[in-house]
């Protein structure tokens, strides 16, 4: 499954107007049953939700508990949908921090990261 969710967030990635990324096929998420985390420290991915809850009470109860409000809850949801990598974290992309490092995207010149051309851009570099 690991593949197949990150083709997908690639794709839709690339039809948002993001740049195209490479894709290295044969993650593996975890060797065995032991290495996964225990059950309901991550959000459940699908319906039904543990006590027959709706997916916003669902991430409310998660990430609740850890302190996070709606606000950060939305802004961290977001984040995992259209974000970028840096090479200093990831190690699966080139491109670094800094503008000498940024892609058409993801330079804060050129306009392109946001469709209405307003500035914003967050962090230069990455993709």
């Not at 009470?57 to 984040?79: K, N, P, Y």
């Not at 892609?103 to 010149?109: A, S």
């Amino acid at each position: 499954w690991a593949d197949l969710i990150q083709l997908a967030g690639l794709v839709a990635l690339e039809l948002a107007g993001g740049p195209r990324s490479p894709l290295r096929f044969g993650r593996v998420d975890v060797a065995t049953e032991a290495e996964c985390p225990p059950e309901g420290r991550l959000p459940d991915a699908y319906p039904p939700f543990p006590g027959g809850v709706d997916a916003a009470t669902h991430l409310r109860q998660v990430f609740g508990r850890m302190g996070f409000s709606d606000s950060e809850i939305v802004a961290l949801s977001g984040a995992h949908t259209l974000g970028r990598a840096f090479k200093e974290r990831s190690g699966v992309v080139s491109e670094g921090y800094g503008k000498e490092a940024a892609t058409e995207y993801t330079h804060p010149d050129t306009g392109l990261a946001r469709g209405d051309g307003a500035r914003g851009l967050g962090m230069a570099g990455g993709r």
